[in-house]
């Protein structure tokens, strides 16, 4: 089975600040990574997913992601945040296979930009 | 496209009353149908699944129930209600590709 850390519940930035939001998971096989935001109140919408190919994965909002296999990492970045990042991110993971397969997610970090 | 609608988006229930949250999809069939639940101050949590009409897969065992009378809709129920089940319902989907998408969710306050 698979599982996924999200070591960091909240994170404060300075708005304008860079961010990193960290993600470990651990699984026997390969899976699919993905980064999903949620803004308070709403559903989860994605940011960015890693399937194959490149390591670093570029998602919408000027967020990307770089896949660490050695390290079982997918660490989510962004260079400028600003006030709007302001919300609640999942990492998660599901096991490349066949058939039905769930998605895990982790605990979740609050992002909260700061004026 | 293909759109996911969840309803209703908040709701404040008293212990021991019914639950029915409804979830339907538009634009696709035969999808993989999800129910999530976020409790406050903790990540999310898959309650059930299905692939199929009539088919229910649970993940931990609860006060809840789940089920698929029709190929896109997704209803999540409860007989009496717990203080416990209070938090945040999210429905999903997914078909064939690889990320879930998700409703609007749903905000249950049992008092």
């Known amino acids: 089975a698979q599982s996924v850390t999200q070591l960091d519940s909240q994170v404060p930035v300075f708005e304008e600040a860079p961010v990193e939001l960290r993600c470990n998971y651990s699984?026997?096989?390969?899976?699919?990574l993905f980064w999903y935001v949620q803004y308070p109140n709403q559903g989860l919408q994605l940011l960015l997913k890693y399937l194959s190919g490149s390591t670093l994965v570029k998602g919408i909002n000027g967020f990307e992601a770089e896949f660490n296999k050695s390290q079982t990492s997918f660490h989510l970045r962004k260079p400028s945040v600003h006030i709007s990042d302001t919300a609640e991110y999942f990492c998660?993971?599901?096991?490349?296979?066949?058939?039905?397969?769930?998605?895990?997610f982790g605990t979740g970090t609050k992002l909260q930009v700061i004026p | 496209s293909q759109t996911i609608h969840q309803w209703p988006a908040t709701l404040v229930q008293p212990v021991g009353s019914p639950l029915s949250l409804e979830c339907t999809v538009e634009?696709?069939?035969?999808?993989?149908l999800y129910w999530y639940r976020q409790a406050a101050g903790r990540g999310l949590q898959l309650l059930f699944y299905?692939?199929?009409?009539?088919?229910i897969s649970s993940e931990v065992p609860q006060n809840l129930s789940a089920s698929r009378p029709q190929d896109r809709q997704f209803i999540l129920s409860s007989k009496k209600l717990l203080l416990s089940d209070s938090g945040f319902y999210l429905c999903a989907w997914r078909r064939g590709g690889t990320e879930a998408f998700f409703g609007q969710g749903t905000r249950l306050t049992v008092v």
């Open positions: 299905s692939v199929g009409i009539g088919q």
């Open positions: 699984s026997s096989v390969s899976v699919y």
């Open positions: 634009g696709t069939s035969n999808p993989n």
């Open positions: 998660a993971v599901r096991l490349i296979s066949g058939g039905y397969q769930k998605v895990t």
